[in-house]
Protein backbone atom coordinates (compact mmCIF):
# COMPACT_ATOMS: atom_id res chain seq x y z
CA UNK A 1 0.00 0.00 0.00
CA UNK A 2 1.10 2.95 -0.98
CA UNK A 3 -0.20 6.57 -0.15
CA UNK A 4 -0.47 8.50 -3.08
CA UNK A 5 -3.09 11.67 -4.47
CA UNK A 6 -4.81 12.06 -7.99
CA UNK A 7 -3.51 14.75 -10.24
CA UNK A 8 -6.16 16.17 -11.53
CA UNK A 9 -4.51 19.79 -11.21
CA UNK A 10 -7.07 19.94 -7.36
CA UNK A 11 -5.82 21.78 -4.90
CA UNK A 12 -6.69 19.83 -2.39
CA UNK A 13 -4.74 16.84 -3.53
CA UNK A 14 -6.56 14.46 -1.15
CA UNK A 15 -4.64 11.38 0.40
CA UNK A 16 -5.55 8.35 -0.76
CA UNK A 17 -3.96 4.54 0.22
CA UNK A 18 -3.52 3.10 -3.22
CA UNK A 19 -3.33 -0.72 -2.94
CA UNK A 20 -0.47 -2.03 -5.65
CA UNK A 21 -0.14 -5.24 -6.64
CA UNK A 22 2.74 -6.30 -9.01
CA UNK A 23 2.88 -3.26 -10.32
CA UNK A 24 -1.23 -3.19 -11.05
CA UNK A 25 -3.63 -0.86 -9.25
CA UNK A 26 -5.93 -2.73 -7.80
CA UNK A 27 -7.74 -0.88 -5.14
CA UNK A 28 -7.90 3.14 -3.90
CA UNK A 29 -9.07 3.72 -0.40
CA UNK A 30 -9.90 7.31 1.07
CA UNK A 31 -7.51 8.08 3.68
CA UNK A 32 -9.99 8.86 7.08
CA UNK A 33 -9.72 12.21 6.95
CA UNK A 34 -11.61 13.77 10.44
CA UNK A 35 -15.50 14.85 9.41
CA UNK A 36 -15.89 18.30 9.01
CA UNK A 37 -19.54 18.29 11.08
CA UNK A 38 -22.89 18.12 10.13
CA UNK A 39 -23.06 21.93 8.93
CA UNK A 40 -21.52 21.15 5.95
CA UNK A 41 -21.06 18.55 3.44
CA UNK A 42 -17.54 16.66 2.97
CA UNK A 43 -14.79 17.08 0.31
CA UNK A 44 -14.00 14.93 -2.42
CA UNK A 45 -17.52 13.20 -2.81
CA UNK A 46 -16.29 11.78 -6.47
CA UNK A 47 -12.36 11.16 -5.71
CA UNK A 48 -13.25 7.78 -5.76
CA UNK A 49 -14.20 7.14 -9.36
CA UNK A 50 -10.68 8.34 -10.05
CA UNK A 51 -10.16 4.54 -10.46
CA UNK A 52 -12.25 4.39 -13.58
CA UNK A 53 -9.76 6.15 -15.41
CA UNK A 54 -6.52 4.77 -14.24
CA UNK A 55 -6.85 2.08 -17.04
CA UNK A 56 -9.32 3.26 -18.60
CA UNK A 57 -8.68 2.24 -22.39
CA UNK A 58 -9.61 6.40 -23.41
CA UNK A 59 -6.29 7.52 -21.44
CA UNK A 60 -3.01 8.02 -24.04
CA UNK A 61 -0.51 5.79 -22.52
CA UNK A 62 2.29 6.30 -25.24
CA UNK A 63 3.79 9.46 -26.85
CA UNK A 64 2.53 10.30 -30.47
CA UNK A 65 4.20 12.20 -32.97
CA UNK A 66 2.27 14.04 -36.08
CA UNK A 67 3.32 11.34 -39.05
CA UNK A 68 5.00 14.02 -41.20
CA UNK A 69 7.14 14.84 -38.19
CA UNK A 70 8.24 11.20 -37.54
CA UNK A 71 8.65 10.54 -40.80
CA UNK A 72 10.89 13.54 -41.35
CA UNK A 73 12.86 12.51 -38.38
CA UNK A 74 13.39 8.95 -38.44
CA UNK A 75 15.12 9.63 -42.58
CA UNK A 76 17.05 11.94 -41.45
CA UNK A 77 18.01 10.30 -38.05
CA UNK A 78 18.96 6.75 -40.27
CA UNK A 79 20.90 8.95 -43.20
CA UNK A 80 22.87 10.89 -41.06
CA UNK A 81 23.54 8.98 -37.72
CA UNK A 82 24.04 12.10 -35.35
CA UNK A 83 20.31 13.15 -33.90
CA UNK A 84 21.23 16.67 -33.04
CA UNK A 85 22.04 17.61 -36.92
CA UNK A 86 18.97 15.27 -37.88
CA UNK A 87 17.38 17.88 -36.17
CA UNK A 88 18.98 20.98 -37.36
CA UNK A 89 18.42 19.39 -41.10
CA UNK A 90 14.42 19.48 -40.19
CA UNK A 91 14.40 22.58 -38.93
CA UNK A 92 16.79 24.27 -41.02
CA UNK A 93 15.08 23.50 -44.50
CA UNK A 94 12.00 25.91 -45.07
CA UNK A 95 10.12 23.48 -46.64
CA UNK A 96 11.13 20.91 -44.12
CA UNK A 97 9.70 22.82 -41.05
CA UNK A 98 6.72 24.00 -43.00
CA UNK A 99 5.88 20.33 -43.93
CA UNK A 100 5.27 19.46 -40.81
CA UNK A 101 4.05 22.78 -38.68
CA UNK A 102 0.71 22.96 -41.43
CA UNK A 103 0.53 19.43 -40.56
CA UNK A 104 -1.21 20.51 -36.65
CA UNK A 105 -4.88 20.62 -36.36
CA UNK A 106 -5.05 18.15 -38.66
CA UNK A 107 -4.70 14.91 -36.77
CA UNK A 108 -2.32 12.23 -37.81
CA UNK A 109 -0.38 11.21 -34.92
CA UNK A 110 1.21 7.83 -35.20
CA UNK A 111 2.57 6.31 -32.12
CA UNK A 112 6.30 6.31 -31.55
CA UNK A 113 8.12 4.75 -28.40
CA UNK A 114 9.19 6.23 -25.49
CA UNK A 115 13.41 5.79 -26.58
CA UNK A 116 12.74 7.53 -29.79
CA UNK A 117 10.62 10.20 -28.34
CA UNK A 118 13.18 10.93 -25.95
CA UNK A 119 15.67 11.05 -27.98
CA UNK A 120 13.97 13.41 -30.53
CA UNK A 121 13.45 16.47 -27.41
CA UNK A 122 17.08 15.85 -26.29
CA UNK A 123 17.85 16.52 -29.84
CA UNK A 124 15.95 19.74 -30.20
CA UNK A 125 17.37 21.28 -26.94
CA UNK A 126 21.07 20.62 -27.70
CA UNK A 127 20.28 21.88 -31.18
CA UNK A 128 18.62 25.05 -29.64
CA UNK A 129 21.37 25.74 -27.32
CA UNK A 130 23.66 25.47 -29.86
CA UNK A 131 22.36 27.38 -32.54
CA UNK A 132 20.48 30.20 -30.11
CA UNK A 133 21.47 30.17 -26.72
CA UNK A 134 20.02 28.11 -23.50
CA UNK A 135 17.48 31.10 -22.95
CA UNK A 136 15.69 30.36 -26.07
CA UNK A 137 14.61 27.32 -24.40
CA UNK A 138 11.80 27.75 -22.64
CA UNK A 139 9.58 25.35 -20.82
CA UNK A 140 6.51 25.02 -18.68
CA UNK A 141 6.03 22.52 -15.83
CA UNK A 142 3.23 21.20 -14.06
CA UNK A 143 1.75 23.62 -10.79
CA UNK A 144 2.95 22.72 -7.81
CA UNK A 145 -0.57 21.69 -6.73
CA UNK A 146 -0.88 18.52 -9.53
CA UNK A 147 2.90 17.03 -8.39
CA UNK A 148 5.59 18.43 -6.82
CA UNK A 149 7.85 15.94 -7.87
CA UNK A 150 6.92 16.64 -11.50
CA UNK A 151 6.91 20.44 -10.85
CA UNK A 152 10.65 20.32 -9.09
CA UNK A 153 11.94 18.07 -11.44
CA UNK A 154 11.17 20.56 -14.27
CA UNK A 155 12.01 23.28 -12.83
CA UNK A 156 15.31 21.85 -11.99
CA UNK A 157 16.45 20.66 -15.24
CA UNK A 158 15.71 24.52 -16.90
CA UNK A 159 17.43 26.55 -14.32
CA UNK A 160 20.73 23.85 -14.54
CA UNK A 161 20.29 24.01 -18.24
CA UNK A 162 20.13 28.56 -18.17
CA UNK A 163 16.74 27.48 -19.89
CA UNK A 164 13.83 30.36 -19.07
CA UNK A 165 10.91 29.05 -16.41
CA UNK A 166 7.25 30.31 -17.25
CA UNK A 167 5.32 30.65 -14.20
CA UNK A 168 2.46 28.20 -14.48
CA UNK A 169 0.33 31.76 -13.21
CA UNK A 170 1.41 33.42 -16.04
CA UNK A 171 -0.90 31.30 -18.31
CA UNK A 172 -3.78 32.20 -16.60
CA UNK A 173 -4.76 34.96 -19.10
CA UNK A 174 -5.84 38.05 -17.30
CA UNK A 175 -6.14 36.57 -13.87
CA UNK A 176 -2.55 37.67 -12.70
CA UNK A 177 -3.49 41.47 -13.13
CA UNK A 178 -6.85 41.22 -12.74
CA UNK A 179 -7.64 39.95 -9.18
CA UNK A 180 -5.61 42.14 -7.27
CA UNK A 181 -7.01 45.21 -9.57
CA UNK A 182 -10.34 44.24 -8.40
CA UNK A 183 -10.41 42.43 -5.17
CA UNK A 184 -6.81 43.69 -3.78
CA UNK A 185 -5.27 40.46 -3.40
CA UNK A 186 -3.30 37.65 -5.35
CA UNK A 187 -6.09 35.29 -5.91
CA UNK A 188 -6.76 35.18 -1.82
CA UNK A 189 -10.62 34.15 -1.93
CA UNK A 190 -12.41 31.52 0.35
CA UNK A 191 -12.03 27.80 -0.42
CA UNK A 192 -14.91 25.92 -2.80
CA UNK A 193 -16.34 24.91 0.69
CA UNK A 194 -17.22 28.11 1.73
CA UNK A 195 -19.58 28.20 -1.26
CA UNK A 196 -22.35 26.34 0.96
CA UNK A 197 -22.06 29.29 3.27
CA UNK A 198 -22.88 31.67 0.51
CA UNK A 199 -26.82 33.06 0.09
CA UNK A 200 -25.75 34.22 -4.22
CA UNK A 201 -23.38 33.29 -6.33
CA UNK A 202 -22.80 34.46 -9.14
CA UNK A 203 -20.75 32.02 -11.35
CA UNK A 204 -19.05 34.02 -14.01
CA UNK A 205 -16.35 32.60 -16.60
CA UNK A 206 -16.21 29.12 -15.03
CA UNK A 207 -17.82 26.16 -15.47
CA UNK A 208 -18.13 24.28 -12.06
CA UNK A 209 -19.03 21.35 -12.79
CA UNK A 210 -16.16 20.45 -15.36
CA UNK A 211 -13.53 22.72 -13.83
CA UNK A 212 -13.78 22.51 -10.22
CA UNK A 213 -15.16 18.71 -10.45
CA UNK A 214 -14.81 17.90 -6.76
CA UNK A 215 -15.76 21.15 -5.38
CA UNK A 216 -19.37 21.77 -7.54
CA UNK A 217 -21.24 19.94 -4.87
CA UNK A 218 -21.01 22.59 -2.17
CA UNK A 219 -22.97 24.96 -4.77
CA UNK A 220 -25.48 22.27 -6.11
CA UNK A 221 -26.16 21.27 -2.33
CA UNK A 222 -26.44 24.90 -1.30
CA UNK A 223 -29.26 25.61 -3.77
CA UNK A 224 -31.36 23.36 -1.39
CA UNK A 225 -30.92 25.74 1.27
CA UNK A 226 -32.06 28.58 0.00
CA UNK A 227 -29.07 29.77 -1.93
CA UNK A 228 -29.61 31.80 -5.09
CA UNK A 229 -27.63 30.87 -7.84
CA UNK A 230 -26.91 33.36 -11.06
CA UNK A 231 -24.60 32.23 -14.23
CA UNK A 232 -23.53 34.61 -16.60
CA UNK A 233 -22.56 32.27 -19.92
CA UNK A 234 -23.15 32.60 -23.23
CA UNK A 235 -24.52 29.15 -23.96
CA UNK A 236 -26.48 26.51 -22.00
CA UNK A 237 -23.28 24.76 -20.30
CA UNK A 238 -23.22 22.18 -17.33
CA UNK A 239 -23.26 25.24 -14.66
CA UNK A 240 -26.15 26.94 -16.36
CA UNK A 241 -28.82 24.01 -15.52
CA UNK A 242 -28.05 25.21 -11.95
CA UNK A 243 -28.74 28.61 -12.71
CA UNK A 244 -32.01 30.17 -11.09
CA UNK A 245 -31.11 33.51 -13.10
CA UNK A 246 -29.36 33.04 -16.38
CA UNK A 247 -27.67 36.22 -18.45
CA UNK A 248 -26.97 34.79 -21.77
CA UNK A 249 -24.74 37.35 -23.07
CA UNK A 250 -23.76 37.82 -26.36
CA UNK A 251 -19.86 36.40 -26.90
CA UNK A 252 -17.35 39.24 -26.48
CA UNK A 253 -19.79 41.78 -24.17
CA UNK A 254 -19.64 40.11 -20.60
CA UNK A 255 -17.07 43.20 -20.13
CA UNK A 256 -19.85 45.77 -21.04
CA UNK A 257 -22.36 44.29 -18.90
CA UNK A 258 -19.91 44.48 -15.76
CA UNK A 259 -19.52 47.84 -16.12
CA UNK A 260 -23.49 48.24 -16.36
CA UNK A 261 -23.42 46.03 -13.36
CA UNK A 262 -20.27 48.63 -11.61
CA UNK A 263 -23.20 51.42 -12.63
CA UNK A 264 -25.97 50.43 -11.39
CA UNK A 265 -24.47 49.33 -7.83
CA UNK A 266 -22.25 52.65 -7.49
CA UNK A 267 -26.00 54.63 -8.47
CA UNK A 268 -27.48 52.23 -5.25
CA UNK A 269 -25.10 53.13 -2.86
CA UNK A 270 -24.76 56.88 -3.58
CA UNK A 271 -28.86 56.58 -3.07
CA UNK A 272 -28.21 54.72 0.28
CA UNK A 273 -25.88 57.66 0.96
CA UNK A 274 -28.36 60.63 -0.10
CA UNK A 275 -26.43 61.07 -2.85
CA UNK A 276 -23.17 61.93 -1.94
CA UNK A 277 -20.49 60.31 -3.72
CA UNK A 278 -17.51 57.88 -2.21
CA UNK A 279 -15.23 59.59 -4.26
CA UNK A 280 -12.51 57.68 -2.27
CA UNK A 281 -13.90 54.12 -3.35
CA UNK A 282 -13.60 55.90 -7.26
CA UNK A 283 -9.87 56.45 -6.54
CA UNK A 284 -8.95 53.24 -5.22
CA UNK A 285 -11.09 51.47 -8.01
CA UNK A 286 -9.86 53.63 -11.02
CA UNK A 287 -6.76 52.12 -12.47
CA UNK A 288 -7.77 52.45 -15.92
CA UNK A 289 -5.48 54.03 -18.86
CA UNK A 290 -8.22 57.11 -18.93
CA UNK A 291 -10.62 58.33 -16.82
CA UNK A 292 -13.29 55.95 -15.51
CA UNK A 293 -16.29 56.17 -17.85
CA UNK A 294 -17.92 54.34 -20.24
CA UNK A 295 -16.60 54.79 -23.95
CA UNK A 296 -18.47 56.47 -26.27
CA UNK A 297 -21.01 54.46 -28.31
CA UNK A 298 -20.55 51.63 -25.39
CA UNK A 299 -24.59 51.19 -25.54
CA UNK A 300 -26.29 48.75 -24.04
CA UNK A 301 -29.26 47.37 -25.77
CA UNK A 302 -31.46 44.95 -24.79
CA UNK A 303 -32.77 42.49 -27.56
CA UNK A 304 -34.42 39.14 -26.73
CA UNK A 305 -33.52 38.98 -23.56
CA UNK A 306 -29.49 39.02 -24.28
CA UNK A 307 -27.89 41.94 -22.90
CA UNK A 308 -24.56 43.65 -24.66
CA UNK A 309 -25.93 43.55 -28.61
CA UNK A 310 -26.96 46.38 -30.59
CA UNK A 311 -30.50 46.43 -32.20
CA UNK A 312 -29.53 44.35 -34.99
CA UNK A 313 -28.97 41.84 -32.06
CA UNK A 314 -24.92 41.54 -33.11
CA UNK A 315 -22.16 41.50 -30.48
CA UNK A 316 -20.73 44.37 -29.49
CA UNK A 317 -16.60 44.41 -28.86
CA UNK A 318 -13.60 46.82 -28.45
CA UNK A 319 -13.00 46.57 -31.96
CA UNK A 320 -16.78 48.11 -32.72
CA UNK A 321 -15.54 51.19 -30.33
CA UNK A 322 -14.32 54.48 -31.57
CA UNK A 323 -12.37 55.15 -28.35
CA UNK A 324 -11.73 52.13 -27.05
CA UNK A 325 -8.95 49.31 -27.59
CA UNK A 326 -5.18 48.26 -26.20
CA UNK A 327 -3.46 51.34 -25.61
CA UNK A 328 -0.03 51.09 -26.93
CA UNK A 329 1.15 51.87 -23.50
CA UNK A 330 1.99 49.62 -20.86
CA UNK A 331 1.66 52.03 -17.91
CA UNK A 332 -1.20 52.35 -15.96
CA UNK A 333 -2.14 56.29 -15.00
CA UNK A 334 -3.48 56.44 -11.24
CA UNK A 335 -5.64 59.60 -10.91
CA UNK A 336 -4.23 60.39 -7.56
CA UNK A 337 -0.78 61.88 -8.91
CA UNK A 338 -1.29 61.39 -11.90
CA UNK A 339 2.17 58.88 -12.68
CA UNK A 340 3.13 56.05 -14.54
CA UNK A 341 2.94 52.93 -13.14
CA UNK A 342 3.76 49.81 -14.45
CA UNK A 343 1.33 46.89 -14.00
Known amino acids: MVRSTH ?25 DYPSVGPDSPEYE ?17 YPYIREPLLAMWREARERLGDPVAAWAEITAAP ?41 RVVGFSPIPAMSQVSYAAGTRF ?61 MTEARYRGQKVVVVSPDYSDHTKFADDWL ?14 RDLVSGFLRHRRGGRRDRGADRRRDTSASPNR ?32 NSEHFALRVPQHGRGLVP
Open 294 to 325: RPAGARHHQRGGLLGADPAGHGRAARHLSDAG
Open 45 to 61: PRGASFYCYTYSPARVR
Open 95 to 135: EGAARYKSARGQGSFLRASWAEVSELIAAAHVHTVKEYGPD
Open 158 to 218: LSMIGGTILSFYDWYADLPVASPQVFGDQTNVPESGDWWNAAYLIIWGTNLPITRTPDAHF
Open 7 to 31: GVNCTGSCSWMVYVKEGITWETQAV
Open 248 to 261: ACAPGTDGGDGGVQ
